[in-house]
């Protein structure tokens, strides 16, 4: 039985309906996504409804999910009844990625579940379904999404571009974060225009008297929702609408439709209550809820009233109300007892689904519920298992206001919070936090009370914080609680890298390093490295220098690359971050890469290789985006600018110093402003521009500029005493040796880079002797060592010394070439020539004609890997793989993976 309801109208929507109809032809040879949003009863349903329709005349394999609000706590809920219909094909995927999706779907699994990698399953899901038929997935109602499917949605949409995959997301204007930070192409949904409005309502009811056309399409406001349903009240009551203009139009069509649904028999709106406290309203499950609460069986032809007066559309396995308004409508009109009676017959249906059943026992809760709050908690666990730590916290949090005590109780608000601060919500630990107000508290739990009122201030943090943080790694490490506590220890010292903050903070932080026990060697090295980098610098170059990479798990291995690039171990950082990513990749721990992927390509700045480290930053910059790690996403920006800048893109490394710059969260971390400034300076001085650069480099030397960072200083020596050497600034290249000659804590790169810098400076007396120190200095260093050789050489040249400076000369050629550093390359050349040797022609540079991505494809397929196992370690499909290759074959004059082995051997 279906709705005799017709189609309604597509009025006015021609312009979106021709976007729909383009989405969708150029979904057949390619991925595209929209997200289509705007308010309530705007057309939205509407639209989509149309996409379907046209999708599926068009041979188009169609999978739809719609976000319902009682399944927005339930983790990949909205996922499993997208993929429902290409589940079976789950067989192929490889195994990591089909344990992931297990983890995810499976309620009870004990595998704890990755959301980016059960990302990739379902892009394998897709894409292999694409190959068979052109794939359309439709999201609706994505604002009632469940988070984890939210950000499946958003990973997939991202990655679709070689796979014949259109995806299409409707929203309310609440859209999610992670559907609004994937960056797709977006289009709001208006209200029609009054010649359209008019249009539509004439062609509803041709007969409607002026006075009624006017005053429906006052009230409906170009909302094609609200022209029919206010039209729809007019005929019921059988005079012009009557309810108050001044209400919103949601408001007004509520009322309309709770008065609709108050003219249906008793048994009728008793069933339309169960059906509107249940969003997958399965056929069967309803009648036998709503039979329990009548006292005897039901049929479906007790829907049959509400479908006659367009409330609900039916079949014999399902039922959906015409719009979520109508739901929300039957719901806030019933009382309260008639709710909870209602939830409690949901929860006896469905004692077999108990993660659903436990919701609509909470429901149906009067009070507190100690036995209700022990199985809340528990759903809470399982939801951190699969992937959503909003939900678990969002979950645990209302466990405890079902839990009797106030120490109980305060716990668990408290345990609540602490997720939520993990993750990065402050706004939810906020929430959380105002509930324990007034609760009396265990005495330890005051003290973490303390501790996260202090730690979740939105603004950036002052002495109080650090204090209070400092104090709860005491708490930690006074209890045993070694892991909790180090990490409590990182996060202080994450948190005091960009800040500035009084000498005695910076002693506890380094006093607690050194109170965490000999398993914590990684922990305490790290947090020195952040909150001591220049005077505990040395320190932590030894200990790095003494690591076994491979005896280091990847979690902490990922952060010494970050730790290598503070001291100015820029070659040790490379190795660790390579290794780290490595592993990283191979276990699938997406959300982990970022410090990894950000310590590697700022080393890589000073290291050399720029096309490898470019394609890290780049990769940085996209990870970081996509795991909301706002301070990551900036510095991963600020490098990739950088290493533009270096390779010879002056006007796209502004650009992308500005973009970080918009980037950086007011207040919070100042300090990476020097970065940014960095990137500025070492793009302008690669584009022969060196007092633009100097003007850079001079504000992050200055240490009275408010966001000065001393160990981003120190790494620019080398390339501020060079801005000013070419810029004929002999105090200025004084000036730069002066400020380091003495400091504290110099690192073997600082001291190289001053000796690179002393020959600058040098007079053709001694310029020979500072040589060949400076050479002795950079023994551990080729980039500098090459500079020197560059500088000297044409030094030499200058001095007409030709024999001497092409010895110097060709062998910083030689190294810039080796070290992948093409523009160096190119200036040692062009000193050659003038120093009277035609260098040759250089060898054609893989890196400059392949973007970064494309040559670490193209390494990947090198070293054996397969276009699926490439797809995996990179987080794309092996389509998008594919599409590279086919690509990268031509650019290279070769034909296949046997030639690409052999161009790309070492």
Known sequence: MTSPRPEPMLVGRDEELALIDGLLARGRDRGEALLLHGDAGIGKSAIAGAAIRRARDGGATVLTTTGAPSEADLPYACLHQLIGPVLDD???????????????????????????????????????????????????????????????????????????????????????????????????????????????????DPQLSPTARKRVLEQAEGNPLGLVELLTEAMRV??????????????????????????????????????????????????????????????????????????????????????????????????????????????????????????????????TDDALADELAAVAHRAGRRGSAVTAARTLGRAAQLTGGDEARGA????????????????????????????????????????????????????????????????????????????????????????????????????????????????????????????????????IDRLEPDAVPAELLRLLAVSGALVGSFERAVVLGDRAIERLRARGR???????????????????????????????????????????????IAVTGALTGLRGDLPSALALADEAEATLPAGAADGMRALIELARGLAQLAAGAPLAAQVHFDLILDADTPWHAAFIARWCVADAADAAALAGDAAGVAAVIAQFADAAGRSAHLDASLAYARVLAAGDDDIDVLAADALAACAGHPVLRARVQ???????????????????????????????????????????????????????DIADVLSPQELQIAEMAAGG??????????????????SHLYRIFPKLGIASRAELRTLLAP
């Open 412 to 543: 668990r608000l408290l345990d609540a919070a602490e997720l939520a601060l993990e993750i990065g919500r402050d706004d939810l630990v906020g929430s959380l936090l105002a509930d324990v107000t007034g609760l009396s508290l265990a005495a330890d739990d005051v003290h973490r009370s303390a501790w996260l009122h202090e730690t979740a201030r939105r603004e950036a943090p002052d002495p109080a914080w650090f204090s209070a943080y400092l104090d709860r790694v005491g708490q930690l490490l006074a209890t045993g609680d070694v892991p909790r506590a180090s990490q409590a220890l990182l996060t202080v010292a994450f948190r005091r890298w960009w800040a500035s903050v009084p000498r005695e903070v910076d002693d506890r932080i380094i006093a607690a390093a050194h109170a965490l026990p000999e398993p914590a060697d990684v922990v305490r090295i790290v947090v020195l490295s952040l909150a001591a980098p220049t005077t505990r610098g040395p320190e932590v170059a030894r200990a």
């Open 790 to 844: 560059l500088a000297h050489g044409a030094a030499l040249r200058r001095r007409r010394h030709a024999a001497s400076a092409r010895g110097e000369l060709r062998a910083a050629r030689d190294a810039f070439e080796a070290l992948g550093m093409g523009p160096l390359a190119q200036r040692a050349r062009e000193e050659l020539r003038a120093a009277g040797e035609a260098s040759r022609a250089p060898v054609a």
């Open 590 to 636: 997406y959300g982990l890469l970022a410090p990894a992927l950000v310590g590697r390509a700022w080393a890589g700045v000073f290291a050399g290789n720029w096309s490898a480290s470019l394609a890290a930053a780049e990769d940085a910059a996209r990870v970081s985006r996509e795991t909301d790690q706002v301070l990551w996403a900036v510095s991963g």
């Open 238 to 367: 059988g005079s012009d609408p009557a309810l108050p203009a001044w209400l919103p139009l949601t408001t007004r069509l509520e009322r309309a439709f709770a008065a609709r649904v108050g003219d249906l028999p008793a048994e009728t709106r008793t069933t339309l209550l169960v059906a509107a406290l249940t969003d997958r309203a399965d056929v069967t499950e309803l009648l036998e809820a709503a039979a329990a609460l009548v006292g005897h069986p039901l049929t479906l032809d007790v829907l049959t009233p509400a479908a006659a007066a367009g409330l609900v559309e039916i079949d014999e396995a399902r039922v959906r109300f015409a719009h979520p308004l109508m739901r929300s409508a039957i719901d806030q009109g019933a009382s309260d007892g008639a709710r909870r009676a209602a939830h409690t017959a949901l929860a006896q249906v469905l004692a077999a689904d108990p993660d659903r059943a436990v919701w609509h026992r909470v429901a149906a809760a009067a009070g």
């Open 90 to 204: 789950a067989d192929a995927l490889p195994d990591p990625q089909r344990a992931a999706l297990d983890a995810a779907l499976d309620g009870g699994a004990e595998r704890r579940a990755d959301p980016y990698r059960t990302g990739l399953a379902v892009l394998g899901l897709l894409g292999d379904a694409a190959e068979r038929a052109p794939v359309v997935v439709v999201a609706e109602d994505a604002h009632w999404v469940d988070p984890p499917t939210s950000e499946v949605l958003a990973f997939v949409a991202r990655r679709i571009e070689a796979d014949a995959i259109t995806m299409l997301i409707t929203s309310r204007d609440g859209i999610p974060r992670s559907i609004r930070g994937a960056g797709l192409p977006t289009r709001r949904l208006d209200p029609l225009s009054a010649d359209a409005a008019d249009a539509l309502l004439r062609a509803l």
């Open 865 to 882: 890997m397969s276009n699926r196992e490439i797809g995996s370690a990179l987080y794309l499909s092996h389509r998008t793989i594919g």
